[in-house]
């Protein structure tokens, strides 16, 4: 069904197909085989709550299900953050302002190999300079794939100029396939999350970081709309589920 957007009531409608879209999200599972991990954290526990007079699974005899869900949102799959993953500040997820339909870029990027052995998306990875216009822009790395176990890997990440890039340019929102835009092992300084939360300088309550999505290579480079929705959680990070839509003329 096309419906038309209006992104800002002084400029024309944006025209999607609302049953058209992409899911670029990888869910937090029972199955090791079908969820990603990174940071050797611990995979998601899903466990029936039984007590003396109640027991949280049908199959064991109880009236309905009712589990206690173990997981790491940074770890276990798809996952949008704030500044406060980085920020001696408190600061969580739902006290970030999300609108429902964000402008985006697709970028498949380029990513290079390093003498050290690293990968990394760097300032020749793509031409960022000719982003603009934009609330968000998605780095697909094309070094990851489906579920995959980071941990130990060292897996490819962004540079920081590209992240410094990104916020000068007033990009509010940075989503890739990668478990970090940071470096495995880093020494904990975490340098693009800075740089692109601009902080210690700053505190910017809207601006995210969304890691570990899956994108396929099929999806076209170019300008989606995105919708980011994500759980309510008083965390620096919540499990999120990622759409893009193709935008129609």
Not at 30 to 43: D, I, V
Not at 73 to 83: D, I, K, L, Q, S
Request: hydrophobic fraction near 35%; glycine fraction near 6%; charge should be negative.
């Amino acid at each position: 069904m096309y419906i038309d957007v209006f992104l800002d009531l002084n400029q024309a409608p944006v025209r999607i197909d609302s049953e058209l879209f992409h899911s670029l999200s990888q869910q937090i599972s029972r199955s090791k085989e079908a969820a990603p991990n990174a940071y050797y954290l611990n995979q998601a526990e899903f466990k029936a709550v039984i007590t003396d007079d109640f027991i949280g699974d049908v199959k064991k005899g109880g009236a309905c299900n009712c589990e206690d869900i173990t997981f790491n949102a940074h770890g276990n799959g798809t996952h949008t953050e704030c500044v406060g993953h980085v920020s001696k500040e408190s600061i969580y997820m739902d006290q970030v302002i999300m609108p429902p339909y964000l402008t985006c870029h697709l970028v498949h990027a380029n990513a290079k190999h390093l003498a050290n052995g690293d990968r990394i998306v760097d300032l020749n990875s793509y031409p960022w300079q000719n982003l603009t216009d934009l609330d968000a822009v998605i780095i697909h790395s094309g070094t990851t794939h489906k579920a995959e176990q980071f941990s130990g890997t060292n897996p490819c990440y962004i540079d920081k100029q590209v992240l410094r890039v990104l916020n000068e340019k007033g990009i509010n929102h940075v989503l890739t396939d990668l478990p970090s835009v940071d470096r495995e092992e880093d020494g904990g300084a975490l340098a693009g999350h800075k740089a692109f939360f601009g902080y210690p300088e700053g505190i910017h309550l809207n601006k995210t970081i969304t890691e570990l999505l899956f994108v396929p290579p099929s999806i076209e480079t170019g300008k989606y709309l995105l919708s980011i929705n994500y759980a309510a959680m008083e965390t620096d990070a919540v499990p999120a589920s990622i759409k893009i839509y193709p935008i129609f003329d």
